[in-house]
């Protein structure tokens, strides 16, 4: 059994409270506390703007618009290149970027699922990068396939 302080967790206690909790209880309190760290500092660090804030910058951010179908035709390019990219890569490539820059795991979250050394986490996304950066300076001298496509000629 564990000791926690519900302030810790609960923004509404103003004073401290200590219970008793299963270690299993309290490891998930933890583990959700980790989590929106991890999340505040991933907005932070990319700069994500709220698009519940009345100022306007957010509006005139946003590139994907409703109201230019150049805009998000391109933006659906863009999203079928990457995709494709991403596809032509071995497994664990491809896996390991996915983890990385879709997910947001970190390079040490990937090593401790996958039971590997850091060393081969790193060179793997970056090979990973770098093959990608290679098939998209390619991409329009191929004939690729894009499933999304057939949406846009239907619409």
Known sequence: MAIINLRDFYYWYTQDEFVQVSDEMAAELFAGKNSDKAHARRMRRNDVLSLDAGDGIEASAQVYSTDNPEAIFDKMDQHCRLCCALNSLPEIQGRRIEAHYILGKSQAGIVEAEGVT??????????????????????????????????????
């Open 118 to 155: 850091k060393g081969s986490v790193s060179i793997s996304i970056t090979r990973g990068l770098a093959a990608m950066k290679v098939f998209l300076e390619n991409y329009d001298s191929q004939s690729n396939f894009c499933p999304q496509s057939d949406l846009i000629s239907e619409g």
